[in-house]
């Protein structure tokens, strides 16, 4: 049996009267963790998807958004002044940083690739996922997450998803996929550690569709930066592990 566990997260909208109207409820989102060989099979199995490596950048630190095929990464703030920051050259801890090497622990999960997005021990990333279609799944990597002892969160605005406060292992890697019912064409998802210095890598990042292109597609639910999303049983990443190799005991 895989490591793999599932987390059912009943999500709806609130508060009616105070948010913008939309076309329909997002009736359910889930959330799994996998191991390499099975992140990479259900990715496969998608109908259609676009996956953003980083492999086609310039490695060094990002002075603002940095624009991709699957959306926009933006720091959240602070400055960074580890070993991350001050062990590079010219590095001013503000920026993301696009990296070809490891470092501290975060790495490339680029089958034959080098690079991937370091938070560069700022505050965290934003992901914002807009104009690439509809999608009905989101994927990513994370790499050395929660391993200097600040919690983490992934969080859709201010409603968090996962929250991470055990520490982790130095270069722990998770590879995580996001399963709507219902398909989106927006999203912006803001991956924070609770202090400064304990960075992260992302990579492998990406964006799918679960149905063909002639089928019926899935209700479109438009997901404007406005509208809280409600998200109901949050757990860890760290615990979704534990919970798996549990129950593949």
Known sequence: MSRLSRLVLAATLAGAAALPAVGATLSSATIETFDATVFNDRIGALNSSLVEDFESFTAGEISGPLATSVGRFATIGGTGSGGTVSGTSGNTGTGLFLRDSGVYGRSNTTIGGTQ????NDTSGVDWAISGVGFFDRVFFTLSDIADTGADFQLAVGSVTLADVTAKRSNGATEMVMLS????????????????????????????GLSVP?????????????????????????????????????
């Open 213 to 249: 292109v002639n089928a019926p597609p899935p209700s479109a639910v438009p997901l404007p930066a406005s509208v809280a999303l409600l998200m109901a049983g949050v757990t860890a990443l760290a615990g979704l592990r534990r919970t798996a190799r549990r129950k593949a005991a």
């Open 116 to 119: 991937f997005l370091d938070s």
């Open 180 to 207: 709507f019912a219902s398909a989106i064409d927006e999203l912006t998802l803001t991956f924070r550690h609770a202090k400064l210095n304990d960075g992260f890598g992302i990579d492998d990042a990406g964006i």
